[in-house]
């Protein structure tokens, strides 16, 4: 069975950079694509982007400029960096396998 | 890209049925058989409940069931449960090789 343990720093200044990295458990890392989420406190769930076994990215248009995703296949985690944060950052953040798998989620707060 | 459309709320009984629409366009659920649904119960992370449109994972339950006319797909929910109220969200693949979700649908059982 399939589990994502996810971390990273959970509160963060105006313009550093978010970087959280999601550990993935249970099974082959290999042939999927992995995904990262995001919920605004109150708000709906956004799309971040994702990454597939090759390292081949896809991201929202909204976040291209800002975002960074990686992995290692031999540690089997993938990750998220996402510069020049701001408030409007601040938000519950989900790495994902296929929307099926998820993480516990990490409160990341944007606050000077 | 834009958010898909939901409407923000909806309602019904115990033991009614309920559908929730999600809007798109050609670009998006209209050009795809990738429709998804999420059931959210906050602060809770998402759960599956419908994928490629009208395929349930295992484990998920019969009532829930999806479907696709044109650009808006819809989730049905069958035989209401209190357990049902929650925050739904649908999300599609798009032609620029990108998901997007809806804005969302919060559920009442009355």
């Known amino acids: 069975q399939v589990q994502l343990q996810q971390w990273g720093a959970g509160l963060l200044k105006p313009s550093e950079t978010l970087s959280l990295t999601c550990d993935v458990y249970g099974e082959s890392f290999s042939g999927y694509s992995w995904s990262w989420i995001r919920q605004s406190p109150g708000k709906g769930l956004e799309w971040i982007g994702e990454i597939n076994h090759t390292g081949s990215t896809d991201y929202n248009p909204s976040l291209k400029s800002r975002v960074t995703m990686s992995l290692d296949t031999s540690r089997k985690q993938f990750s998220l960096k996402l510069r020049s944060v701001t408030g409007a950052d601040t938000a519950m953040y989900y790495c994902?396998?296929?929307?099926?798998?998820w993480g516990q989620g990490t409160l990341v707060t944007v606050s000077s | 890209q834009s958010a898909l459309t939901q409407p923000a709320s909806v309602s019904g009984s115990p033991g009614q049925s309920i559908t929730i629409s999600c809007t798109g366009t050609s670009s998006d659920v209209g050009g795809y058989n990738y429709v998804s649904w999420y059931q959210q119960h906050p602060p809770k992370a998402p759960k599956l409940l419908i994928y490629d449109v009208s395929n349930r994972p295992s484990g998920v339950s019969d009532r829930f069931s999806g479907s696709k006319s044109g650009n808006t797909a819809s989730l049905t929910i069958s035989g209401l449960q209190a357990e049902d109220e929650a925050d739904y969200y649908c999300i599609s693949y798009t032609t620029i090789n990108t998901w997007v979700f809806g804005g969302g649908t919060k559920l009442t059982v009355l």
């Open positions: 994902s396998r296929g929307g099926y798998h």
